[in-house]
C-alpha cells in the first residue's frame, strides 16, 4: 500500500532536528550537540552515517560539567575504522599546531587522542568553540598520491612530550 503525508510547511523548518527526516541540506550551525557530566564518546557528535562511512559534527558546546572531569579527550584506537578530521574553525583545544583548515587521518588501529600538555590545559574549561567535521570509515582509505605532497611529516611525532607542533 502506498501512503501520503502533505506537511503544510518544510519538513526542515524545525528546532531541535532528531534525525528522522532525511535533509537535502543542513546548516551545521543548527546542529544542537548532546553534553554530559562526563567526556561523551564520538558517537554523540554522529549527524550523517552512510554504508560504511558516519559523519560526526564537532560544534561549540559546554564541556563536562562534572566537577571532577578531565573535558579533553581519552586516548583511544579506532579499531574498526580510519578517523578523517577537517578543522572548520575555532580553538582546538585537544591539538597542538591545528589551524582552521587542517586535516588529519587516523589509521585504524593507531593510538592518537590529546596533545602532551592539553589534558592539564583542560581541566576547568567550560566550553570549546571549536567546528569541525569527522568521517569514520569502515573501511579502510586509500591516501591518494596528491595527499602525500602537502602532508605534514611531523604529525605523526606530535604526540611526543618534547614535540613543539
Known amino acids: ?31 544542537e550537540p548532546i ?3 562526563v567526556h561523551m564518546p564520538p558517537p ?9 562511512f558516519v559523519v560526526c559534527s564537532f560544534c561549540p558546546r559546554l564541556l563536562d560539567y562534572h566537577p571532577r572531569s578531565i573535558p579533553a579527550p581519552y586516548y583511544h584506537s ?19 599546531g591545528i589551524e582552521e583548515g587542517s586535516v588529519t587521518l587516523h ?16 581541566i576547568g574549561k567550560k566550553e570549546t568553540q571549536e567546528l569541525a567535521v569527522m568521517i569514520d570509515t569502515f ?3 586509500k591516501v591518494v598520491k596528491q595527499a602525500h605532497a602537502i602532508e ?9 612530550p618534547l614535540s613543539d607542533s
Open 1 to 31: 500500500m502506498i501512503h501520503s503525508h502533505t506537511l503544510g510547511h518544510h519538513p526542515l523548518d524545525v528546532a531541535g532536528w532528531d534525525g528522522y527526516l532525511y535533509p537535502w541540506i543542513f546548516n551545521i550551525e543548527d546542529f
Open 35 to 37: 553534553t554530559g557530566r
Open 44 to 52: 554523540i557528535h554522529q549527524t550523517f552515517e552512510g554504508n560504511n
Open 78 to 96: 579506532n579499531v574498526d575504522s580510519d578517523e578523517v578530521l577537517y578543522y572548520v574553525r575555532g580553538n582546538f583545544g585537544s591539538r597542538k
Open 107 to 122: 589509521p585504524s588501529g593507531i593510538p592518537h587522542g590529546p596533545h602532551p600538555g592539553k589534558i592539564e590545559e583542560s
Open 139 to 141: 573501511r579502510p582509505l
Open 152 to 160: 605534514d611529516g611531523g604529525y605523526v611525532y606530535s604526540w611526543a
